[in-house]
């Protein structure tokens, strides 16, 4: 059974800075791509960041320059460092692995982001 917890989240005020942190247990396949994607109230889920086992990265234009995801594999812990915070960047913040041998989506239960103006 493989289980995904965050932390890290909490309130902050605009241009200030936080990490989120996410550790995989569980047997998991070491081929896998870990993100970060976030859920303002009344919209869609949305890909924040994602790095593949290689170290390959993508972000979305809204994060990129501010946001930086990184892996320790070894850990099976992602990290998302978030500077310069907007408003506009609160959310509750999912970490997900994707898994391509076999093929599966795991998700964490989430964690909240408050960025006061």
């Known amino acids: 059974q493989v289980q995904l917890v965050e932390s890290g989240g909490g309130l902050v005020q605009a241009g200030g800075s936080l990490r989120l942190s996410c550790v995989a247990s569980?047997?998991?396949?070491?081929?896998?791509?870990m993100g970060w994607y976030r859920q303002a109230t009344g919209n869609e889920r949305e890909l924040v960041a994602r790095i593949n086992s290689g170290g390959t990265t993508n972000y979305a234009d809204s994060v990129k320059g501010r946001f930086t995801i990184t892996r320790d594999s070894a850990k099976n812990t992602v990290y998302l460092q978030m500077n310069s915070l907007k408003p506009e960047d609160t959310a509750v913040y999912y970490c997900k692995v994707e898994t391509f041998f076999p093929r599966y989506d795991y998700w964490g239960q989430g964690t909240q982001v408050t960025v006061s103006s």
């Open positions: 569980g047997r998991i396949s070491s081929f896998n791509v």
